[in-house]
């Protein structure tokens, strides 16, 4: 009886290495998805019912994106907020901590609150659909790794001469004579 080969063991893709590494992609993007769903309602709020207020900035933050922290009252509730500072309102544009500013709240969800009047729902959609995608493409390696939309996440040691390409010429390293074209 053979013995198998440890060396072409240790070439073929690990379904766990793959799993794995989808599961990180799928927390990642996962929690961009849920990020923007909760921005994109607070947006279709603010577009809704907005109420004009004056904030005080309170911190920068280290988000990027102009980003600062805020606090504001609605009928004598004391909320905080984040975003970016209004670059539309020259006044407001370079806040610093301590400075005054104009924001938006919803009137009917008074948390919600943007530095800034929103002008539109669902900005950024183009790479939402793109994360989407990924975040299918990696779903899909969860299940099953092997599969033909799945993410071909490698394991192990590559250095045999066999590639992926060469699994799909019987094993043999890729000569372009296989009949297979990529």
């Not at 799928?26 to 709020?45: K, M, N, P, Q, T």
């Not at 600062?68 to 500072?85: A, D, I, L």
């Not at 590559?158 to 296989?178: F, N, V």
Request: charged letters at 20%; one cysteine or more.
């Amino acid at each position: 009886m053979s013995q198998p080969d440890p060396v072409a063991r240790n070439t073929q893709p690990s379904a766990r290495v793959a799993r794995v590494g989808a599961l990180v992609i799928v927390i990642i993007l996962g929690l961009f998805l849920v990020s923007w769903c909760s921005w994109v309602r607070a947006e279709y709020w603010l577009l809704k019912d907005a109420q004009e207020g004056i904030a005080i900035v309170t911190k920068d933050l280290w988000t990027g994106h102009n980003s600062v922290g805020c606090r504001y009252t609605v009928n004598h509730k004391e909320y905080t907020g984040k975003g970016m500072r209004n670059y539309q309102d020259l006044r407001y544009r370079n806040v610093h901590p301590g400075n005054k500013s104009v924001v938006f709240y919803s009137a009917s969800h008074p948390w919600m609150s943007s530095l800034r009047r929103p002008d539109r729902l669902g900005e950024g959609l183009p790479v939402v659909l793109l994360v989407l995608l990924f975040e299918t493409m990696a779903v899909i390696t969860l299940i099953n790794p092997r599969r033909k939309w799945a993410f071909h996440i490698h394991g192990g040691n590559q250095s045999s001469g066999t590639s992926p390409i060469s699994d799909h010429c019987g094993g043999k390293a890729h000569d372009g004579k296989c009949g297979q074209s990529f």
